[in-house]
């Protein structure tokens, strides 16, 4: 049988959200070329993560080892191969979150299998032809892989979250064989933040370098990002000033965001940056330059300068 294996992504015992937009585009691979959607959860005390992907697959394989209790590339890719392999997999997808992209060219490599990565839908009613950006979203390309087995990273913002299935499926312990892993775990730095992850968030406040100084992004963006609960936001342009972290960048070398809400404050809208915002459901643009590439594709426009219009904007709030 072909079968469809999801990699789940695991963290703090649960599931990341972006495995149940995975989970919609293995069901409809598994509509187009048959076969049963299985899941696939790795890591250390993993039983709640498990029954909780049970309820939206026919099957799902656990490796649960203390082996696996970090997320590593290397273990975890020959862990996917023999889960592929167990479960008689053609297809092999997970999210193309940064552990995704990490960890499923690995895998794709060990199954001698072509990829594809942050796909973004299939081309046509039938068949398995896929469909993926390039050139900073500006041109879709539909692509096909020729090997057996078929190994897809997936835009979490182009799929919406899969519904459970109408029973459980059953869950299965793996044996862990691991050969000798090169690669060890020093340490996870973990940012203590109270917002919403950049990647979750419903509504982002994005500052550029119209912020005019790193103090600004405290000054100016987090009074109104507290207020509306939201993530925050950066272009290349302030990360590689170093006035912010580079996991706050969105854009074609950044994160892929698509909130329902997204303010621009103080940046021009250069493709490398929409191309990581302009699935976002409203855009609301903030810039003194009504020339600014933004405002092509802002839902709302404020021409005008920020250090005036944002401090209004929250008193209004
Ligand atoms: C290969 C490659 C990959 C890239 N990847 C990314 C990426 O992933 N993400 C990304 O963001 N960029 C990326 N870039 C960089 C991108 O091309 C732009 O340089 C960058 O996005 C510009 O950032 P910015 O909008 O903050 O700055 P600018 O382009 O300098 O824009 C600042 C804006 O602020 C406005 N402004 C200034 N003062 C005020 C004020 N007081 N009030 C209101 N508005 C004001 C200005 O009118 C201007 O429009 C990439 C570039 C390359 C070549």
């Not at 909780?52 to 656990?62: P, W």
């Not at 969105?250 to 997204?262: D, S």
């Not at 493709?271 to 092509?296: C, L, R, W, Y």
């Amino acid at each position: 049988m072909s079968n469809v294996l999801v990699v789940a992504e695991v963290a703090d015992g649960s599931l990341k959200k972006a495995v149940y937009t995975a989970l919609t585009f293995a069901r409809q691979a598994a509509a187009r070329q048959g076969g049963e959607v299985h899941g696939l959860v790795i890591g250390s005390s993993t039983s709640g993560a498990a029954e909780e992907l049970a309820k939206y697959v026919q099957a799902v394989h656990v490796a649960d080892d203390a082996a696996l209790a970090n997320l590593m590339a290397e273990p975890y890719a020959y862990v996917v191969k023999a889960a592929a392999e167990a479960s008689s997999a053609t297809v092999v997808c997970m999210a193309a979150t940064a552990h995704g992209k990490d960890l499923m060219p690995r895998a794709a490599s060990l199954l001698n299998a072509g990829m594809a990565s942050d796909v973004i839908g299939f081309a046509g009613d039938d068949g398995m032809q896929l469909l993926r950006p390039i050139q900073a979203g500006n041109v879709i390309a539909a692509v096909e892989i020729t090997t057996d087995v078929k190994v897809v990273t997936t835009r979490p913002t182009e799929f919406d979250a899969a519904a459970p299935a109408d029973a459980a499926g059953a869950v299965n312990a793996m044996a862990v064989n691991l050969p000798e892993i090169k690669t060890s775990f020093v340490k996870f730095n973990k940012l203590a933040s109270e917002r919403p992850e950049l990647t979750d968030a419903e509504v982002v406040i994005a500052g550029g370098r119209g912020l005019k100084e790193p103090d600004n992004f405290g000054k100016v963006l987090e009074p109104l990002a507290d207020k509306l609960n939201a993530g925050i936001g950066a272009t290349r342009a302030v990360v590689d000033a170093g006035w912010v972290p580079n996991d706050m960048q969105i854009g074609q070398t950044g994160k892929v965001v698509a909130p329902n809400l997204y303010i621009a404050i103080g940046i021009s809208g250069a493709i490398q940056h929409v191309a990581g915002m302009k699935g976002s459901k409203t855009i609301v643009a903030i810039n003194k330059d009504p020339e600014a590439p933004i405002f092509q594709i802002a839902d709302y426009g404020v021409v005008t300068d920020l250090f005036k219009a944002v401090p209004e904007l929250l008193e209004k709030l």
